[in-house]
């Protein structure tokens, strides 16, 4: 079982709509979750950190965290084409360590 | 701001060559991670420096890999007899401080290995 699991997609939703994006993880000590998006031959972006069980929002994006239930997601509001990208899900396991690791990611489309 | 800085931005090398990237943090931020992207694939870490501890050097795939930092500035990354599965991104990242903070990257190397 890997540490942390995505669906790699791709995910095709069609413009306005709502995305949403799984990840699942094994390491019950896991403190930390963050998003990011990566275009095609860029780098990483960070674009939503969740610590805590619940949502958090961000303008046309909200994380959600269940550590009950090993679950974390990212849902995008009124989807545009220029969301498209591969999404990738990174989980950090306490303080005591920087490392991050990340899922395979999940390829999103929005079609117009 | 500045954000994290890596150069070469592409690297093309024979096989049995060494390589050395360099990664230049956000200014201030304490922590660096260096991780490498194979195509297609996710993230794999590398190591990680956090102020004068030691680093957690536990991602680094083989002895033939090796990096260095000076205090909180500038990290080097050294390959040593490249091969051919050394082909990859290398990203590296910096963050304000250990564990749970944020981790902002740099643009990578693309490291190819003829």
């Known amino acids: 079982q890997k540490e942390v699991e995505q669906n790699s997609g791709p995910l095709s939703v069609p413009e306005g709509a709502i995305a949403s994006l799984n990840c699942t993880y094994s390491d019950r000590g896991s403190q930390s979750f963050f998003w990011y998006r990566q275009y095609s031959g860029k780098s990483p972006e960070l674009i939503m950190f969740i610590y805590s069980n619940g949502d958090k929002e961000d303008g046309r994006f909200t994380a959600q965290l269940n550590k009950a239930s090993q679950y974390v997601s990212l849902l995008i509001r009124d989807s545009q084409p220029s969301d498209s990208a591969t999404y990738l899900c990174?989980?950090?396991?306490?303080?005591?360590?920087?490392?991050?690791?990340f899922g395979q990611g999940t390829t999103l489309q929005v079609k117009p | 701001g500045a954000g994290v800085s890596q150069s070469p931005s592409n690297k093309v090398t024979e096989k049995g060559k060494d390589v050395e990237l360099r990664c230049d943090p956000i200014?201030?931020?304490?922590?660096l991670y260096w991780y490498r992207q194979r195509l297609g694939q996710g993230l794999e870490f590398l190591i990680y420096?956090?102020?004068?501890?030691?680093?957690?050097k536990s991602g680094l795939p083989s002895d033939r890999f090796s990096a260095e930092r000076t205090g909180e500035s500038v990290s080097t990354l050294t390959i040593q007899r490249t091969q051919q599965e050394d082909s990859a991104v290398y990203l590296c990242?910096?963050?304000?401080?250990?564990?749970?903070?944020?981790?902002?990257f740099g643009p990578g190397t693309r490291l190819t290995v003829t």
């Open positions: 200014s201030g931020h304490t922590a």
């Open positions: 990174a989980v950090n396991r306490g303080s005591n360590t920087g490392k991050l690791i």
């Open positions: 990242a910096s963050s304000l401080g250990p564990g749970t903070y944020e981790q902002y």
């Open positions: 420096f956090q102020g004068n501890s030691a680093p957690d």
